[in-house]
């Protein structure tokens, strides 16, 4: 009977976990096991994973076969660097002192690993979670400005049509630059019709005045002349 190391599948689904067992090859995935090595969880960062881990190397001394995420979870595990050193030993390559020194330095080494992982996760959901909150503030006043956008749209449309009036009256005004045009006519005309008409009226008319007098002042004095002669008359 060959005996193989796998998983058993556990929980509900989208949320499922392992027991690691060493069962009968011909056994069905979750039927009967020949003994409970450990658990294993991937919905964890990093994945949990508790063996019992002088169990499962009995097991992998023995020959037991394993499937192939079993063997990616001892081999994570430190199991098959144990075996692997420990069958140095056999062949006479290693002491046990040796295997024990070679598999402390391998566990320090990937506790180092396993912990700068971690802190690196860590600060990578600090990071995400801080950008989280930027987001949802810049969200948070994008939607306010959106309400107050929506509760205030007339005042915005009367301040839009009034606008355009004001610029039309400022761009009207500039009529006013046609003054000059009336201050060159007055200008043109007036010294034409104080030259021109001035001195004609002047010599024209003057005359006209003397021409008057002068022929009116014989007519004055003809009665007189006539009383004159009246009197003499009458002596």
């Known amino acids: 009977m060959a005996t193989r190391i796998r998983l ?31 658990i294993y969880n991937p919905h964890t960062n990093p994945a949990t994973i508790d063996i019992n881990f002088d169990r499962t190397l009995s097991w992998v001394q023995v020959g037991a076969e394993m499937s192939d995420t079993a063997r990616a979870i001892l081999s994570y595990k430190g199991v098959l660097h144990k075996n692997h050193l420990l069958n ?30 971690k802190d690196g996760l860590a600060k990578n959901d600090a990071a995400d979670k801080a950008a989280r909150l930027k987001a949802e503030v810049l969200a948070n006043e994008a939607r306010a400005k959106a309400v107050e956008l929506k509760n205030t749209p007339v005042v915005e449309e009367e301040i839009a049509e009034e ?16 003054s000059p045009v009336t201050e060159e006519v007055a200008v043109e005309e007036t010294p034409e019709a104080a030259v021109e008409e001035t001195p004609e009226a002047a010599v024209e008319e003057a005359p006209v005045a003397e021409e008057v ?23």
């Open 8 to 38: 058993q599948r556990h929980g509900k689904k989208g949320k499922a976990f392992f027991h690691i067992v060493a069962a009968d090859s011909r056994s069905k995935r979750d039927g009967k096991f020949i003994e409970k090595l450990g």
């Open 88 to 117: 140095g030993v056999k062949k006479g390559a290693l002491t046990a002192e040796d295997v024990e020194t070679k598999f402390a330095q391998w566990l320090a080494d990937k506790d180092s690993k396993i912990t700068g992982k």
């Open 163 to 178: 606008a355009p009036v004001a610029e039309e009256v400022m761009e009207e005004t500039p009529v006013a630059e046609e």
């Open 213 to 235: 007098a002068v022929e009116e002042a014989p007519v004055a004095e003809t009665p007189a002349e006539e009383a004159g002669e009246e009197e003499k008359t009458a002596e």
